[in-house]
C-alpha cells in the first residue's frame, strides 16, 4: 500500500499508518486494504494475499467478522487470504488478542507472525497460539554474512519453526548471499527487492506471467527491479524456496 500524494509524492505505509492510527482512522484503512487483498486475490487466483493488520485493528471485537464478511462479498476463500500481526498486539490484552486470533483461525484465513525475533519476542506466544507463518526479521537477514551470530540465530527460528509445524518468510533479502544463505537452511519462502519492488496489481500481473515491468519514477521504494537475475532464478529452481513481495 502506498499514497500518492498531490504534493508529497509516494509516501510509505511507514510514514502514514502510525499518523492513521493516532488519529483513529485505521480501521477505515485497514478495512479499505482488505478490500483490495480480496480483489487482487480473485484476480491472482493462484497465490495467497497477505495484509498488514495493526494492533487496533484487533482490539475491535467484531473484527474477525469483518474480514469473513469481506471475503464473502469478494467471494474468495478464506484460505487464500494471510493476516500478518506482530507481537505488539499481545501487550495491552493478549488474553484478548489469543481470542480474536483463534477466531480469524475459525474464520479460515492464515495468520503470520510478522518481524519475529525482535521487540517483546516470547515462545510463550507460540505456545499460545499456533500461527501458520514465521516472518524473521530483515535485521537478522542483512547481517547473514557479516555476523555469525544472526546465521545461528535464522537458522534456529527455521528448524523451530519446522518443528511446530509453521512456515518460515525470509524478510528483506536483498542479494544472492542471503538468498544463498536461507535456502541453505531451507527457508520456505523469501520476501524482499532482490525478488521484486513493490508494484500495483498491474504490473503485478505483468511480472507474473514474465512480461518486463518498467519503473514507475516513484522516489520512495517501489521503483521495480528487473525481472529475474540468472543467479536468483537458478537459486530458486535448484530448492523448493518461494519468491514471494506479493504481499500487501
Request: glycine share 6%; proline share 5%.
Amino acid at each position: 500500500m502506498r499514497w500518492n500524494h498531490p504534493s508529497l509524492g509516494t509516501v510509505s505505509p511507514g510514514e502514514f499508518i502510525s499518523a492513521a492510527e493516532r488519529c483513529g482512522f485505521i480501521n477505515e484503512l485497514g478495512e479499505l486494504a482488505l478490500r483490495e487483498a480480496a480483489r487482487a486475490a480473485r484476480e491472482l487466483p493462484n497465490l495467497t494475499v497477505a495484509v498488514n493488520v495493526s494492533p487496533l485493528q484487533l482490539m475491535e471485537a467484531d473484527f474477525p467478522e469483518r474480514v469473513r464478511r469481506v471475503l464473502a462479498e469478494a467471494g474468495v476463500p478464506p484460505e487464500r487470504l494471510e493476516l500478518e500481526v506482530t507481537e505488539s498486539v499481545m501487550l495491552d490484552d493478549a488474553r484478548g488478542a489469543i481470542r480474536r486470533l483463534h477466531a480469524l483461525r475459525e474464520v479460515g484465513v492464515r495468520v503470520a507472525l510478522d518481524d519475529f525475533g525482535t521487540g517483546y519476542s516470547s515462545l510463550a506466544y507460540l505456545r499460545a497460539f499456533p500461527f501458520h507463518t514465521l516472518k524473521i526479521d530483515r535485521s537478522f537477514i542483512h547481517s547473514l554474512g557479516e555476523q555469525s551470530n544472526a546465521h545461528a540465530i535464522v537458522d534456529t527460528i527455521v528448524h523451530m519453526a519446522r518443528a511446530l509445524g509453521m512456515r518460515t518468510v525470509a524478510e528483506g533479502v536483498e542479494d544472492d548471499i542471503q538468498l544463498a544463505a536461507v535456502r541453505k537452511m531451507r527457508c520456505d519462502e523469501v520476501q524482499g527487492y532482490l525478488i521484486s519492488r513493490p508494484m500495483p496489481l498491474d504490473r503485478l500481473k505483468a511480472w507474473l506471467s514474465g512480461r518486463p515491468v518498467q519503473a514507475t519514477g516513484d522516489n520512495v521504494d517501489s521503483r521495480l527491479m528487473p525481472w529475474w537475475s540468472q543467479s536468483a532464478l537458478a537459486s530458486f529452481l535448484d530448492e523448493p524456496i518461494v519468491g514471494s513481495e506479493s504481499r500487501r
